[in-house]
């Protein structure tokens, strides 16, 4: 049995208060609008309740455990599909409103008034666990608390999914006295979740691994937020005397890796410096002009970017081709700075996440191209990944890649300690490409594009020596310095033959 009971301390006991109280004020009619905050409630439920759905596993035969509940407007949709939902919110009118409309309706429904922080569940009891605009309303420390006790209820492969308001307040209702509402920054949670453990009796180790987390495009596209956030997580088994630090340079995780060191804000914004604004990868807006048009991109279309960065290849697509972008990426900072520019985009429709796009499940046939650029040099397995790739597209979909890539002659030793310090899995073009076609991909091009990446980097290395003044004022002498090193390596690189440049193209029959 997993023991519930009280905050740990007497700060986060006041916090729980203070939300009692403020939603015992606010919830005066149980009306939709009273949950939401919002004056736009219906329509905003409208349009985002379809788009939750579609995210959630299917639950056929699974058993559900929904954690603030409010007045059940996600309980019925799970008790349709689930063998049983336990359904939970701390506000008895609240409860009773959500009885009193999916009672009748659905009998696999247990409705509980009670708090969060109070509930005693048995371990691996639930196949998946539902919460939406929940952990907001806990302090810091119930936060941790709740993710291992989260961990502890659901079974092993199971998944965990919570919606959460970030950064600021959403709903246009004004509150009416106080809002003690926690709107944190989304990396808060990314943390909380990812380092949750648990050990179960039998000494095994548990934690969790991120399918996905997203905003929501409904907020996005009405009311210009980026800021509602949803995570998909699976608990998994932890091997004995697991230690990831060491695989990653000391970090746990292949995304903490690269934001806190390849990917930090500030190499982020260097690298932009150079590239081009919203821009992380060779030739910025330039090669985007040149490369997109490949595709032959359609209005309506549905475009999966892989590594999308800041943002600036699925900006151009959705802005000049009216498509619709779904930008994944591993890094969390790359993808909380896309999103904040996410509303210029002014046609089509741009959504970024972060996932890991080894581990990412799309169904069959879900896009009609998938367009990377320089970001599977990260990837060890790559076959597999090209295979997952075809498998998303549809039939005469399009993929277009371009990548860091190797020659085929012996490497240098400088070239073995960049490949090594930056954790890439690099292939000759030649090899590149045969492993699309390994995939089923047919007209593969793969072409080497070493000698258009070495003239890009070296206008871009006399563009920074140009600006050296204010790249030393936005940044500093060492950020100038490293850059004009990490650039002028490439070059080397490439001219020795180590390193090269690859643009590839495959159709899906």
């Known amino acids: 049995m997993s023991q519930g009971g009280p905050a740990s301390n007497g700060d986060d006991a006041a916090v729980r208060g203070e939300m009692k109280a403020f939603w015992e004020e606010h919830c005066t009619t149980a009306s939709i609008q009273d949950v939401m905050l919002d ?19 299917s639950l056929k035969g699974l058993r559900v455990l929904e954690l603030g509940a409010g007045i059940g407007r996600y309980t019925g949709f799970l008790a349709e599909r689930a063998a049983h939902v336990h359904s939970v919110d701390f506000i008895e009118k609240f409860v009773e409103k959500s009885r009193a409309i999916n009672g009748p309706l659905h009998s696999n429904v247990d409705f509980i008034c009670g708090d969060v922080m109070q509930l005693e569940l048995e371990d691996n009891s639930f196949d998946v666990i539902f919460s939406n605009w929940l952990l907001m309303y806990l302090g810091d420390a119930e936060v941790e608390q709740l993710a291992v006790r989260m961990l502890r209820w659901v079974k092993p492969g199971g998944q965990i999914f919570f919606r959460e308001s970030c950064l600021r307040q959403s709903g246009d209702r004004r509150r009416k006295a106080f809002n003690p509402t926690k709107y944190r920054d989304p990396k808060h949670y990314h943390h909380v ?46 091997p004995e005397d697991h230690k990831p630090e060491d695989e990653f340079f000391g970090c746990q995780t292949m995304r903490q890796f690269l934001d806190d060191q390849q990917y930090s804000i500030n190499g ?12 992380v990868s060779t030739g910025g807006p330039e090669t985007t002009a040149e490369f997109v048009p490949m595709l032959k991109l359609q209005t309506g279309e549905q475009v999966l970017d892989v590594g999308s960065g800041l943002g600036g290849g699925a900006l151009y697509m959705a802005e000049n081709y009216n498509v619709d972008v779904v930008g994944l990426d591993l890094s969390t900072n790359m993808v909380h700075i896309a999103l904040d520019r996410a509303i210029s985009c002014q046609s089509g429709s741009v959504l970024y996440e972060v996932s890991d796009v080894t581990k990412r499940q799309f169904p069959e046939a879900s896009y009609d191209v998938i367009y990377s650029r320089d970001t599977l040099l990260h990837i060890p397995n790559k076959a597999e990944v090209f295979k997952m790739f075809y498998r998303w597209l549809r039939p005469g979909g399009r993929i277009l890649i371009s990548d860091y890539c190797c020659g085929e002659g012996e490497w240098a030793d400088d070239f073995k300690a960049y490949v090594e310090q930056r954790h890439y899995t690099l292939h000759s073009v030649p090899h590149y490409g045969q492993l699309l076609r390994n995939a089923g991909f047919l007209d593969v091009v793969a072409d080497d594009r070493s000698k258009q990446f070495v003239d890009i980097l070296e206008r871009e290395i006399k563009k920074a020596k140009d600006e050296r003044n ?40």
């Open 268 to 279: 982020i914004l260097r690298y932009e410096k150079m590239f081009g604004r919203n821009y």
């Open 193 to 238: 979740f990812e380092t949750a453990r648990h050990q179960s009796s039998d000494s095994e180790a548990f934690g969790l691994e991120l399918n996905f987390s997203r905003c929501i495009r409904a907020y996005l596209q009405m009311k210009n937020n980026p800021h509602q956030m949803c995570w998909s997580w699976n608990k998994v088994a932890l």
């Open 470 to 509: 204010e790249l030393i004022k936005e940044f500093s002498e060492k950020d100038y310095q490293d850059l004009l090193t990490g650039w002028t390596s490439k070059v080397h690189r490439v001219n020795k033959g180590n390193q090269c440049w690859g643009l590839f193209y495959g159709r899906k029959p």
């Open 39 to 57: 004056s736009n409630a219906e329509v905003l439920d409208g349009a985002e309740k379809p788009e939750i759905s579609m995210m959630l596993p």
